[in-house]
């Protein structure tokens, strides 16, 4: 895989052009997207997990024109759970201070919280783009669930699609960006600084997990209200529908009227 795994290299210029709230990407030159990769070896399949790829319309075409034989894997989650971890993860770092429900009915005042917590989640037109452009056997959508309940032979299924060969040990175990918050209003405060989050990551890898445990707590996580939950998976069923179509997979409708995964 890449370093850093997401590079944003195909979609940094509509991540710059609309100047989200994130910080901006560094790997803007070819020369640079080459350079993400130059610890694998020549015989390396070479990968990179940049989530921003799905969403902005021009990349599938910026990536077939890269490289019209890559093979993409697309793994999607309930869309409801996908926004309020989005909105949750924005709120820790300070991105946030309105309600999610606010932003649900306010798009026009919050556009860019918007577009990251809810269109996201419009998985549809998104997946027919790649489809489209590439074509059904190079594109692998797989479901979050399947990844934690099944996860032997669903990474047997991801290396039957990639053409490598299967190992035991892809697989770590590990939970990754776990709920987590701040033991106290002081140090939310200091990990809403974006400098003070690049520092924290130039740390060796046993300090961050040391400060990690000692400044986070692994509290329940926040739940969205039976009502709202059910208004915003109204908002989706008609994407979810034709999602299910097009995949010729019943599983989206699952979704729809379905409790928190």
Known sequence: MSRPKETNYFSYQYIVAQNLYYEKPSIVTAEQYQQAFSHA???????EGSVSYLYYEGVAQRIYAHNPNAKIIISLRNPVDRAFSHYLMDKRIGHISATIEEVFTKPDIFTKHYQQYFLL???????KRYIDTFSANQVMVIWDHQLRNDHKNTLELICEFLEVASNENLYSGKVHNQYKSPKNSLIAK??????????????PAKTQSFLKKSLFSSQDKPSLSNDFRARVENYYQKDLEKLSLLLSDKHPLTWIHSQCE
């Open 121 to 127: 989640g419009r998985y549809y037109e998104q997946i």
């Open 41 to 47: 070896t020549c015989n390396s399949v070479l990968g």
């Open 190 to 203: 200091l990990y809403e600084s974006q400098s003070a989050r690049n520092a924290a990551r130039l740390l």
